[in-house]
């Protein structure tokens, strides 16, 4: 009888890996930002000089 018992061992218990930060390269984070708002400021005086026909 005891030849059908599966016996289970506890699995070794692994330290948690440090979360990696992804490199960003060259850049910082603001200049999409600073791209977006330095585009609307282009589109906004387009407009206002009547060069989009606005």
């Given at each position: 009888m005891?030849?059908?018992v599966v016996r289970f061992r506890q699995p070794e218990k692994k330290k948690p890996e440090p979360p990696v930060k992804k490199p960003r390269?060259?850049?910082p984070g603001w200049?999409?930002?600073a791209g977006?708002?330095?585009l609307a400021l282009?589109?906004?005086a387009?407009?206002?000089a009547g060069l989009l026909g606005g």
């Open positions: 005891s030849d059908n390269g060259p850049m200049v999409p930002f977006l708002i330095v282009v589109i906004y387009a407009q206002n």
